[in-house]
């Protein structure tokens, strides 16, 4: 499945609202956090080859490419990229199962608002910014490019986007495949969803991805969905599939078989991630998601930084 390019439209007036405000809160508690001359949400490697260009007078010879040149018979350097120079794709999934909450927020309020910490952050410096969106029938690509105006229409994009009844969703997995197709370039690749679809649909892409790009996936996730409430009779509806099932929640042992089959879920989907080599981060509707957000980022450098020391005295 291929994804859609699709044109930004202007951000509407009442999302522009809800994301200025949380841009102010973001750089009122994140600002110098996540970002600086590090490739993405933590350290990341050094300059990287960039495009090459003909030789002029001046250039340092030892970036001359022997290689173009010789195909070319004219000299040509190979310019670098900066670490500040960094790409960063959003994988954002907007399928019906983050649509439920059952706090102040629902887990696609939580998703949106950690898309925006993390954009809002990148974005920073002439750092490019892309979006993949899980939404109906195709994943929508949203090619990386530079400036406030694209982050907030991005964001606008992730904030409307939602499945409709006619089109099946598209799930975690297409969407992975397809921005390992488009993400060419080194960078930075956050994937957000609850992570609901089965890991063997989506793990193998994920290893693709942490091939070239430094990974973080933040997972979403609802209270209600680790715990039920002793709460008598409640009737459930699976939103991607329409399936309603009613469940006594008065029972004490469903209430303990509801919990041990949630822990046995949120497991296998700790261990894929992991086993793909990527960060983790799981955010929760009734938590602090911006102090999970900056706890994780400043534990994940102190380790990179006393990595990197060690390993200076050797």
């Not at 809800?18 to 590090?38: F, K, P, Q, T």
């Not at 459930?236 to 042992?253: F, P, Y």
């Not at 983790?280 to 102090?291: E, K, N, P, S």
Request: net charge positive; aromatic share 2%; hydrophobic share 40%.
């Amino acid at each position: 499945m291929t994804g859609t390019v699709r044109p930004l439209p202007a951000v509407d007036p009442r999302v522009a609202s809800v994301l200025r405000r949380l841009e102010l809160d973001v750089s009122r508690r994140l600002d110098g956090l996540l970002h600086g001359d590090h490739r993405g949400l933590v350290p990341g490697h050094g300059s990287e080859p960039g495009e090459a260009r003909p030789y002029v007078p001046g250039d340092d010879v030892r970036r001359i490419d022997w290689n173009v040149t010789a195909r070319t018979t004219t000299p040509h350097i190979r310019e670098t990229v900066a670490d500040r120079e960094l790409e960063c794709w959003l994988v954002a999934d907007r399928t019906a199962s983050v649509d439920f909450g059952t706090t102040e927020q629902t887990k696609a309020d939580l998703l949106l608002s950690a898309s925006g910490a993390v954009s809002l952050l990148t974005a920073r410096g002439g750092n490019r910014l892309g979006a993949l969106i899980c939404g109906p029938d195709k994943p929508i690509i949203i090619p990386a490019r530079q400036g406030r105006a694209h982050t907030m229409a991005i964001l606008s994009r992730i904030a409307t986007t939602a499945c409709v009844d006619e089109a099946p969703p598209v799930s975690l997995g297409e969407t992975l495949a397809q921005l390992n197709a488009v993400a060419r370039r080194r960078g930075l690749v956050v994937v957000l969803s609850d992570f609901l679809d089965d890991p063997e649909g989506w793990r193998r892409q994920l290893a693709a991805l942490r091939v070239r790009h430094e990974l973080l996936c933040i997972e979403v996730v609802d209270p209600r969905e680790l715990v039920l409430p002793d709460a008598g009779v409640l009737t459930l509806i699976d939103t991607e599939t329409g399936r309603v099932r009613e469940i006594n929640t008065s029972n004490r042992k469903i209430r303990e078989r509801y919990a041990a089959e949630a822990v046995v879920q949120r497991r296998d989907i700790t261990s894929a991630i992991r086993a793909a080599g990527a960060d983790h981060i799981q955010l929760r509707t009734d938590g602090d998601w911006l102090a999970e957000l900056a706890g994780h980022v400043s534990s994940r450098r102190r380790r990179s930084a006393n990595t990197n020391s060690v390993g200076g005295r050797r």
